[in-house]
């Protein structure tokens, strides 16, 4: 009696949890979701995305692209972008995972090849957490999906009235001095 009194709770609070997180997220592009407003992002451990941890190499936006996660630290995350066209640095940007109690948050900033931002002093480019799964994590926006060695990463981007999708496919790649 007991096992199945548990069961049913459980399971109500599954089907709770399913239906309170499909209440808070719709589709923004084909592959990257959207925070619903007044919705909160989603709490994860930093430990939640060490499947991103390395040096990620590969295509997007017409350019190189190389992307470096570093393993979560002391509660703190970080990493870096850069973009490269005809072997010139066109942007790079830094990023952080920030835990709050309103949830998690990868903020970032642009900045051009001099190290001038794009964004204001104090502004950063915010993409809250909606979920993360293995091999996956969904921010607003922002999708990272891992298959083995292979990483496709899809952003959200406004080009006038229209929201369109950049799309990057990275290949784990050796750090520089640590080749085979």
């Known amino acids: 009696m007991f096992q199945q009194m548990f069961r049913q709770i459980l ?5 709770l949890f399913t239906v309170s997180t499909a209440w808070c997220q719709s589709t923004y592009t ?7 407003e007044g919705a909160k992002p989603a709490n994860a451990e930093l430990d939640d995305f060490g499947w991103l941890v390395g040096r990620w190499i590969g295509q997007g936006l017409g350019g190189d692209c190389e992307e470096v996660f570093l ?4 509660d703190t995350m970080f990493g870096t972008f850069r973009y490269v066209r005809d072997d010139k640095l066109v942007f790079s ?3 952080s995972f920030v835990k709050s109690d309103g949830g998690l948050v990868l903020k970032l900033r642009h900045f051009h090849p001099d190290m001038t931002g794009w964004e204001e002093r104090l502004d950063t480019v915010n993409f809250p957490l909606i979920r993360v799964q293995k091999n ?5 926006g922002l999708t990272y999906r891992r298959d083995g060695d292979e990483l496709k990463v899809w952003v ?13 496919t990275f290949k784990l790649a050796p750090l520089i001095g640590q080749e085979k």
């Open 156 to 168: 959200a981007m406004r080009r006038g009235e229209e929201i369109g999708e950049a799309d990057f």
């Open 30 to 36: 084909e592959n990257t979701l959207r925070l619903d």
């Open 11 to 15: 399971t109500s609070v599954f089907i």
């Open 93 to 95: 940007e830094f990023f």
């Open 71 to 74: 393993p979560p630290w002391r």
């Open 136 to 140: 996956a994590a969904y921010f607003g």
